[in-house]
């Protein structure tokens, strides 16, 4: 049974980063591409970022393009994003997803995703 368990978040003041892990268990291969989603108050659900297996395609959305960045540890599992410069448009509820899926794109962000995490809360303010 596939499992995502998002950590980090909390709050974070403006200009500072936040970090976030997604830890994936369950999977027979390491061959599923992973991504961060969020939703804020009122808005509708926005594709962040995602990796592919091999942790050599990434995508970022505009918004957080030139200050995101997302790695992978198979080892270890886990999929982490860090954004800098953070402002308070960052602030949602930030989900890790996952699919048996080699390719990562922003395409990807509009496919029926089958696995999510329960969401971790990102707010950023002073």
């Known amino acids: 049974q596939v499992q995502l368990v998002e950590s980090g978040g909390g709050l974070v003041q403006p200009g500072g980063s936040l970090r976030l892990s997604c830890a994936a268990t369950?999977?027979?291969?390491?061959?599923?591409?992973v991504g961060w989603f969020r939703q804020a108050p009122g808005k509708e659900r926005e594709g962040v970022s995602c990796?592919?297996?091999?942790?050599?395609?990434?995508y970022y959305t505009d918004s957080v393009k030139d200050r995101a960045t997302i790695s992978r540890d198979n080892a270890k599992i886990a999929v982490n994003l860090e954004i800098v410069d953070v402002n308070p448009e960052d602030t949602a509820v930030y989900y890790c997803?996952?699919?048996?899926?080699?390719?990562?794109?922003?395409?990807?962000?509009?496919?029926?995703?089958?696995?999510w995490g329960q969401g971790t809360q990102v707010t950023v303010s002073s």
């Open positions: 990796i592919n297996f091999g942790g050599t395609i990434t």
């Open positions: 369950g999977f027979t291969s390491d061959q599923y591409t």
């Open positions: 997803a996952a699919e048996d899926y080699l390719q990562c794109s922003g395409v990807w962000f509009t496919r029926n995703i089958p696995y």
